[in-house]
Nanobody, 123 residues
Framework: QVQLVESGGGLVQAGGSLRLSCAAS????????MAWFRQPPGKEREFVAAINWSSSTYYADSVRDRFTISRHIAKNTMYLQMNSLKPEDTAVYYC?????????????????WGQGTQVTVSS
């Protein structure tokens, strides 16, 4: 059974940093696309960042130059380093994985999802 488990969320002041982790089990995603999405309170789930099999990265404009997505193939784990956090980054953050090499900026193509981790940025 495939599982994605996020960790690393929490409460941080504006300008601070957090590092999210997404540990995968049940399948190796070394050749697949993985991504981070987030869902702010009262809003729809939105794309944050993605990484493909060759470690090419993709970012939403709102987080570019502040967030960094990476993956450790041997550990089957993906990360999201979040710096210069803003109150508008407050959301539940989800990791997702899809079978196949093509990255998507929309949620629907992703086959597996984590349970989410809360990130709250205070002003």
């Amino acid at each position: 059974q495939v599982q994605l488990v996020e960790s690393g969320g929490g409460l941080v002041q504006a300008g601070g940093s957090l590092r999210l982790s997404c540990a995968a089990s049940g399948r190796t995603f070394s050749s697949d696309a993985m991504a981070w999405f987030r869902q702010p309170p009262g809003k729809e789930r939105e794309f944050v960042a993605a990484i493909n099999w060759s470690s090419s990265t993709y970012y939403a404009d709102s987080v570019r130059d502040r967030f960094t997505i990476s993956r450790h193939i041997a550990k089957n784990t993906m990360y999201l380093q979040m710096n210069s956090l803003k109150p508008e980054d407050t959301a539940v953050y989800y990791c997702a994985a899809k079978i196949g090499v093509v990255v998507s900026r929309t949620p629907r193509p992703y086959d597996y999802w984590g349970q989410g981790t809360q990130v709250t940025v205070s002003s």
